[in-house]
């Protein structure tokens, strides 16, 4: 057993998680992202502050969208008690979840936790040109490889 870490970057100030509430769009599908680096977390929440607060000041209002950063520590242990989906890094496979799960708004994946690199703003030139068939038809193994050559090393947190 191990105690793990955990942050989570948000705009959203709460105190219970609500997976239902996540967008189901994201790299992994509907649900609650976490990060173990604080940085991480503190960046996107920064970032999404950021858009919010333009988002506002294009509508007319005063920019006051806070950035949060949670802080959780999990046991590991209870892992074993879930059905995990593990990429220990981007390959092949990586690529075709995250593609079906940004692409299809009502997939949903059998996991309980899926653990693993996500794309963030760095990457989503390269992840919309797969997506776009630009590197060719996105189930060959060329447009494939020519994404994961796009997005690492070092893109990818």
Do not use: C
Not at 128 to 147: C, E, V, W
Request: avoid cysteine; charged fraction near 25%.
């Amino acid at each position: 057993m191990a105690i793990v870490e955990l942050y989570h970057g948000t705009i959203y100030d709460f105190r219970a998680v609500d997976v239902k509430r996540g967008k189901p769009w994201k790299d992994f599908g509907r649900g609650f992202y976490v990060s173990r680096t604080e940085s991480q977390a503190r960046r996107l929440a920064i970032r999404n502050r950021s858009f919010a607060n333009e988002l506002l000041i294009e509508n007319g209002s005063a920019p006051d969208t806070q950035a949060w950063v949670y802080h959780y520590e999990f046991d590991d242990s209870n892992l074993a008690k879930l059905n995990v989906k593990e990429f220990v890094e981007p390959n092949a496979e990586w690529v075709r979840f995250v593609v079906t799960n940004r692409s299809n708004r009502s997939y949903r994946h059998g996991y309980d936790v899926v653990i693993g690199p996500t794309a963030n703003d760095d990457t989503n030139v390269v992840v919309q040109a797969f997506m776009n068939r630009l590197y060719g038809d996105p189930k060959s193994d060329r447009a494939i490889q020519t994404f994961l050559e796009n997005i690492l090393p070092g893109r990818l947190p």
